[in-house]
C-alpha cells in the first residue's frame, strides 16, 4: 500500500464555485498526477508534478490548476466548476526508477457539479 | 500518442487461464509496456511490466512478441477477484513515468 489518500472521497457543489482536491502521500514520490475518470473514456492526465513546485499539463487540463508546495500534497483546484468536471478523480504517484516507474494509485474522488 | 489496441471485452470461467491480448504495433525500441488493472470502484493498480523479455511476478505473466507489436498479459488460473478492467499501456522513456490509459479490457470471470 501506498499510503495515498484523497480528501474529499465525495462532493457534490454547484456551477461556478471553487473546488480543491487534495491528495496526500506518505511515500516520499517525487512524481505526482491527477487523473480523471469518466464512462467511455478510461483515465485522462490532467495535470502532473515532477518534484516540488514543478508541475506540467496533461491531455485534459483546461480548468484546472495544481500546486505542490511540499513533496507529500499535491492539490487539484477547480477555479470555477462546471458540470463537464463531473468526474471521478485519481491521484497516483511514482518513485523514481530510472527508465519506468510503478504509479500508485488512491482511491479516488468523486466530484458531482450540479 | 502511446496508443495500445485491446480487445472491449473478455471472458473466461473461474480456475481457467486468461489471456489478454494488446497491439502496439507502433512501439518504439525504448518503450515499456505496463499493464494495471482496475478493479470495481477501486483505483488501477500495477501489474506487471515489461521491455523485450517475458516477464513473470505473483500476479501475472507477460509475454511480448519478438517483434514487440504485441504483448498478452496471461493470468495462469483466473479468481472472481480478477474480474476488472485491465490496461495495456505504453511508457515512454523520460516521460516523467506518464502514462496515458485508454479504455482497456473488460475481462469478466464466471463462477
Known amino acids: 500500500d501506498a499510503g495515498i489518500t484523497q480528501s474529499p472521497r465525495h462532493k457534490v457543489t454547484e456551477t461556478g464555485t471553487p473546488v480543491t482536491l487534495r491528495c496526500h502521500q506518505t511515500e516520499n514520490h517525487r512524481y505526482m498526477y491527477w487523473y480523471r475518470q469518466d464512462p467511455g473514456h478510461g483515465l485522462r492526465l490532467i495535470h502532473y508534478s515532477y518534484g516540488v513546485k514543478d508541475t506540467d499539463k496533461g491531455e485534459v487540463s483546461d480548468g484546472y490548476s495544481v500546486s505542490r508546495s511540499k513533496t507529500e500534497d499535491f492539490l487539484l483546484t477547480l477555479e470555477s466548476a462546471t458540470s463537464s468536471q463531473t468526474s471521478v478523480y485519481f491521484c497516483?504517484?511514482?518513485?523514481?526508477?530510472?527508465?519506468?516507474?510503478?504509479?500508485?494509485f488512491g482511491e479516488g474522488s468523486r466530484l458531482t457539479v450540479l | 500518442d502511446a496508443k495500445t489496441t485491446q480487445p472491449n471485452s473478455m471472458e473466461s470461467n473461474e480456475e481457467e487461464p486468461v489471456h489478454l491480448p494488446c497491439n502496439h504495433s507502433?512501439?518504439?525500441?525504448?518503450?515499456?509496456i505496463h499493464w494495471y488493472r482496475q478493479l470495481p470502484s477501486q483505483g488501477p493498480e500495477y501489474v506487471i511490466h515489461g521491455l523485450t523479455s517475458n516477464v513473470n511476478n505473483r500476479m501475472a505473466s507477460l509475454a511480448i512478441a519478438e517483434d514487440r507489436k504485441s504483448s498478452t498479459l496471461i493470468l495462469h488460473r483466473a479468481t472472481l477477484r480478477d474480474a476488472a478492467v485491465y490496461y495495456c499501456?505504453?511508457?515512454?522513456?523520460?516521460?516523467?513515468?506518464?502514462?496515458?490509459f485508454g479504455k482497456g479490457t473488460l475481462l469478466t470471470v464466471n463462477p
Open positions: 507502433t512501439i518504439s525500441g525504448t518503450d515499456y
Open positions: 499501456i505504453r511508457g515512454r522513456r523520460g516521460s516523467n513515468y506518464k502514462l496515458t
Open positions: 497516483a504517484t511514482a518513485r523514481d526508477r530510472g527508465n519506468t516507474g510503478e504509479l500508485f
